[in-house]
């Protein structure tokens, strides 16, 4: 259950953006994806993709962000949802990107514009040890606004033999530049280790 009480209202949002749109989008995000677990154990990344997206789709309908109505240039270009009538140009600071992961402080994005990020970090909890009937669970938001500055280049490691990934950049000192930055921390989930776990004891 999404508990107003693991939210933070001094974090600062995008201009619009509301604590209500959030937590309706947890409570979409994590009743989707409850069937899709499989996913999640055959390809993780895929599955992190399924959440970003999961998360735009929610604030699409919840907020007054939106995704972009041209599919193309909203499934290949930044930003995923913009602030309704901010025009199809939006400046970084009408701009929002859906990001997830798993990971504790890691952020990775196939571009390096500067705007508003949220990032949905979850976790797979198959045993609903933390919550019957929610194998998949947020457990904690950051937003934040990132600059072109604040990413780093990682090369493809692809090559003509195969394998590999596609180039990416990736957020320069994570744990730093997010540190204090979570609009939602479930309480009864910790960091132990990089990885979010039930806390002891709850």
């Not at 600059?147 to 590999?164: H, I, L, M, Q, T």
């Amino acid at each position: 259950m999404v508990r107003k009480a693991d939210f933070n209202p001094d974090i600062p949002l995008p201009p619009g953006l509301t604590v209500t749109a959030i937590q309706k989008a947890i409570d979409y995000i994590e009743k989707g994806l409850t069937d899709l677990i499989e996913i999640y154990l055959e390809q993780a990344n895929v599955f992190s993709a399924l959440v970003g997206i999961y998360g735009a789709k929610a604030l699409d309908a919840t907020s007054v962000y939106e995704k972009n109505r041209h599919l193309d240039l909203a499934q290949q270009r930044f930003p995923d949802l913009r602030k309704k009538g901010s025009g199809p140009n939006p400046s970084p600071l009408m701009s929002l990107e859906s990001k997830a992961s798993k990971r504790a402080w890691a952020l990775q994005s196939h571009f390096d514009h500067s705007g508003w990020y949220i990032v949905w970090r979850y976790l797979v909890d198959p045993t609903m040890s933390l919550e019957e009937g929610k194998p998949v669970i947020i457990s904690r938001i950051d937003v934040i606004f990132l600059r072109k500055e604040d990413w780093k280049y990682e090369g493809s490691s692809a090559g003509s033999a195969g394998g590999g990934r596609t180039h990416t950049f990736g957020l320069k000192n994570p744990a730093q530049k997010l540190k204090g930055r979570a609009v939602y921390q479930r309480k009864d989930v910790r960091l132990i280790g990089g990885k979010a776990v039930p806390a002891n004891g709850d």
